[in-house]
Each structure stands twice: as C-alpha cells, then as structure tokens.
C-alpha cells in the first residue's frame, strides 16, 4: 500500500524548510521591534467559535471547515483562521489583559477545504498580528506599518496597499440594503453563487471573481459613500496617519474581504508575480468581535499574513543558501569511528554556551563508509573543513575541503577547536 500526503497539502523539505526559518526568524524579530508578543493557541476550537466570529453565511464556514466529533461528541473544528482563536485566548487568559492595547501575534498552520491551485492549499500557513483595545486610527496605521515592515524585511519593497472601510453598525446596515437593492435590479447578469449572496450576504458580491459578474459589480454603489460620520471620520484620520508615516495606499472601494467580523478598516498588501491570488495578506478593525464573544468593549484590528504567498512572492534571492556543516570528522580506520564520534561531539560544543557563535556544526559518518568515501561525502554535503582521526604524532590533520588544500596540525582537541572557530569567524560575514 502506498500512502500520499493529503489533497492539497505539502511536505515542506530540507533545502525548503530553511526559508521557511529564515522567514520565521525575520518576522519574530519585526514582532520584537514593534513589541508584539507571540501567543500559540491549539490547532482545533469548538466549532462554534468560528460559525460566530467568521459568519454563517462566508464561504470559509459554509464550504470550508474541517469539522468532526471526539469521542464525546463535541463539535471541533480545525481553525481556518487565527484571529477568533486569539480573541477567545485573551478573553479566556486575564494576563493578556494586563496590558491595553495588547499587542499579540501568531503563527501556524490554518486549514480550509478549498479548491486546491497555485498558493492556495488545504493546510496553509499565516502570520497574524492583533491589537485589541484601540479604536485609535493610529492603532490602524501601526498595523499597516508593522505589515510592510515584515514586508519589507524580507526583501519585498514593490506592494500594493489597498485600503477601504466597511462601516459600521450604523452605516453598514444602510449600505448593505442599498446594494441588495442594486444588484436585485441586475440579478439576471449574477452568477448562482452571487444569486444566493444576494440573500445571505450581498456584500460578498462584491468580491465574487466570476467574469460575468465583474460589469454588475462596477456599476454598484461606493460603500464610502454611506458611510456615517464617525466612520468618514475615522477613515480620513487613518489615511492621514499613512501619510504621516509615508505609507503608500490606494483606496479600493470594493475590498470586503472574506470574514464577516470587520468593521471599518480594512486592508491587504498585493505583490507582484502571484498571478491569480496576489494578495500576500490583508486584515482590519473588529471592534465588535470582542463584545460577541462576551467580553468587555474592546475595540481591534489584525492582519494576517501568508506564509506560502510571501515566499513564492519573496523569491529566492533573498534568501541565504542553505549551508553545510562547519567539519566532518573522517575516520580513516574503521577502528577510528568511536575517537571519530566522541571528537565530533567535543567540537560542537555547547549551544547553551553565552555566545551560541562558539558552537561549530559537526558531522561524522554513522553508516560504515570507508575513509575515501567519508571523503567524498563530505565534500558532498560541502564540509567546510575535515578532520581526520585517529590523532597523529604531531596532532590532528586538517583539510580545508573549500579550497582543496591541507592546513597546519592541530596538536589537541582544545588547539583545534579555537583554529577552526577562529578561521570560521574569519570565513563567515559578522552577524
Ligand atoms: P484571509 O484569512 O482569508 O484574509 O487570508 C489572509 C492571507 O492568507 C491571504 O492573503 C493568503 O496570503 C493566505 N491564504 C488564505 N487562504 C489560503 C490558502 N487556502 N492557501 C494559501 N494561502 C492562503
């Protein structure tokens, strides 16, 4: 019998998996800078917690949850999205309370039942950041900024910004009535999805990529153009504060996004060379979110980011090429292979030590290869330098594998470990 990895998912290997840290390191390292703190939630909530929060009528619950039983009979969905999950934790958690606005961040696998094609899969990856407790426009901007920032760290400057408001309970009611209205004079031209959005969750319409419906969509009213005075206020104030900091944006009235809990705000960040799906993430303000789930008015807005798309989008230049290990320990007598294993492991030193720069990364043959084909597969794996044992009269033999060439002998363990991090610090670029 033989087993394949499930539809739409993917193993992510080494040689890949290096971008996959690099962009993890870059991205906490932003979080760090702007004071986001990272929260790990489970994987599965109760299903509620997403039919509530997402909406009964989004696509995403309608069509693409992963939901069963356990043993007991509760309902448990895999989460599709990060945000309802970290509203309930810090409901659920006072410390994360403590401090207002909170500032949190998440990382991790999210699964949708979606029809699987170029960046778009079952099991997918994203980054979100949350600000809960401001309904400031500057919390929309620090978020914004915090976006383009880990954006821009990993080497993706050209984005597009495009922003847009959805109202809120005063103004979008009206909104969504007026374009029920709208699209009900043009139902015939609407596609059988947006036939049934029509009653569900007309502003959806708006997002509907059918090309029949494209002409219907650009005839329909501008939610801007309902907006009650706050939200235009609100609006106007949050594209200053993007001025302010220098922040490009384009407004896009039909941007609606695909989750029912946004109020206000909402953004995504487009990159060139995704083709179809060239949205690398996109969030906004829940200012209600909080309240539905029965805690105290608490005012949000988030972002998420993913992971997939932005390193199809990043490319590879970017990325630092996977690197082999500092030494291979050669035993040139299959009697040498304990002396070999026990040198190897006195060379790594310790991780834990202050300075983790003082760690050299170390392998040796587990697998019986005579010592010319140790040779070759060190050279394999691109060992910077081997080390041969056993020991010879006037010390250790070195061979520096880059460049072909044989160095001075080292006479003990503690002479070899301070040459080969010496020269190693000389080899690589300060970090
Ligand atoms: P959303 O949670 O739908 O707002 O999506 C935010 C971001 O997550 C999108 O812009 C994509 O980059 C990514 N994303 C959403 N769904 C998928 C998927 N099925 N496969 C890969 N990436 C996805």
Do not use: F
């Given at each position: 019998m033989k087993f394949q990895v499930p539809r739409g998912t993917r193993d992510i290997l080494p040689g890949e998996v290096e971008r996959w840290h690099w962009l993890e390191e870059r991205t906490r390292a932003a979080m760090a800078l702007y004071g986001y703190r990272e929260v790990r939630t489970p994987i599965f909530e109760a299903t509620e917690l997403f039919v509530r929060s997402v909406g009964e009528s989004t696509d995403i619950v309608r069509k693409e949850l992963y939901t069963f039983q356990d043993r007991k009979g509760r309902s448990l969905t895999l989460?599709?999205?990060g945000t309802a999950p970290l509203v309930r934790a810090y409901l659920e958690n006072p410390p994360l309370r403590a401090e207002s606005p909170a500032r949190l961040y998440y990382m991790g696998p999210m699964f949708r039942y979606e029809r699987p094609q170029a960046g778009r899969y079952r099991q997918f990856w994203q980054i979100g950041a949350e600000l809960l407790g401001s309904a400031q426009p500057e919390a929309d901007a620090e978020m914004i900024d915090l976006f383009r920032a880990i954006l821009s760290d990993v080497g993706l400057k050209s984005v597009t910004v495009l922003l847009n408001s959805l109202g809120d309970s005063v103004c979008r009611p009206r909104y969504r009535e007026a374009i029920r209205e709208y699209f009900k004079k043009h139902?015939?031209?609407?596609c059988g999805d947006c036939k049934e959005r029509l009653e569900?969750?007309?502003?959806?319409i708006l997002d509907c990529k059918v090309p029949s419906c494209a002409p219907v969509i650009a005839g329909a009213p501008s939610v801007l153009d309902s907006l009650c005075a706050e939200c235009a206020e609100h609006f106007e104030a949050v594209k200053r504060s993007l001025a302010g900091l220098g922040i490009a944006y384009e407004v896009d009235p039909r941007l609606v996004r695909?989750?029912?809990?946004?109020?206000?705000t909402v953004f995504e960040i487009h990159a060139a060379g995704?083709?179809?799906?060239?949205?690398v993430g996109g969030g906004g303000r829940y200012d209600q979110l909080v309240k539905d789930f029965g805690g105290p008015e608490t005012p949000a807005i988030g972002f998420s980011i993913g992971m997939e798309r932005l390193l199809l989008a990043v490319g590879d230049s970017a990325v630092p090429p996977p690197q082999g290990p500092d030494v291979c320990v050669i035993a040139?007598?299959?009697?040498a292979q304990v002396e070999a294993q026990a040198l190897a492991r006195s060379l790594?030193?310790?991780?834990?030590?202050?300075?983790?720069?003082?760690?050299l990364r170390v392998m040796v043959d587990?697998?019986?290869?005579s010592a010319n084909a140790q040779m070759k597969w060190a050279s394999k794996i691109a060992a910077r330098w081997a080390v041969f044992v056993p020991k010879g009269p006037e010390g250790y033999a070195v061979r520096d594998m880059a460049a072909g060439k044989d160095e001075a002998k080292q006479p003990s363990d503690e002479d070899l470990r301070r040459w080969l991090l010496g020269r190693r610090d000389l080899v690589e670029s300060p970090r």
């Open positions: 989460r599709p999205e139902v015939d031209r609407l569900t969750n007309p502003l959806r695909g989750l029912d809990y946004y109020t206000r995704l083709g179809a799906q060239n949205a040139l007598e299959p009697g790594r030193g310790q991780l834990t030590e202050p300075e983790t720069r003082r760690a587990v697998a019986g290869r």
